[in-house]
């Protein structure tokens, strides 16, 4: 899935500030916060010294170090494989419960919202799942159907789901965040050219999208030429 331009300036058109009296679990009407510097470097190891390679200096052929436990990383994980379990017999409440949790502990996890956004999905609370997906689409690309299809116990279940957003869409056709979840869902299954008229009329209703406009441009861009043999 490809993702907006690096002068792309984030604004949530989805995000709603709860009540005074509801406890506000996630601001998405910020950014995704960055990773710690130490859990970057579990996550991306430093490269070989330029010096080293120039030189000519061959490089280790050994396991590498293995990476520092990270203890809330793997608390994380814990309540991460949770939720997947309980996705995977539909019991789609605690798997939100549990991605809550994990995402507290690790905050800047594209991954986890983006699976949030999919237990929310799954409830039909499709406003908070748009809400929620803005976010991790404007960190990044979202997911393939291959890794879509993993959480799922039955494909036809993830199918049903998808038919009941596009009749909420059909019956709901001046709401933009349904049709940016549909585009979404769309780009996971491969579908572009269906995925880009949902965006479209998103962005035909949401003037002030950015986003969306940006993923248009993306999409629709020419592919660049083959190099020449």
Known sequence: MSTPSD???????YYEEPAPTVIQQFNYAEPLPQPTPDQ?????????????LEKGEPLPTTEPPAAPEDETVTAANALFDKAREAFKKKDYATALTRTDEAIV???SDATLHEFRALCLFAQ???????????????AGPGW??????????????????????????????KEAYGHFLL??????LGSKDVAV????????????????AALIKALTAPAAPAPAK
Request: proline share 8%; net charge negative; aromatic share 12%.
């Open 197 to 212: 008229k949902q965006l479209e009329e998103t962005v035909k209703l949401k003037p002030e999208d950015k986003l969306c």
């Open 7 to 13: 002068g792309y300036s984030y604004s949530n058109p």
């Open 40 to 52: 970057t470097l579990v996550a991306y190891p430093p490269e070989p010294d330029p010096a080293s």
């Open 124 to 138: 039909a609370k499709y406003k908070e799942a748009a809400a929620t997906l803005y976010a991790v689409l404007a």
């Open 105 to 107: 502990k690790l905050p």
């Open 183 to 188: 585009a979404y869902h769309y780009l996971v």
């Open 144 to 173: 393939e159907w291959t890794t879509m299809r993993e959480l799922y116990g039955d494909a036809n279940d993830y199918r049903t789901q998808l038919r009941a957003l596009e009749e909420h869409v059909g019956k709901n056709m």
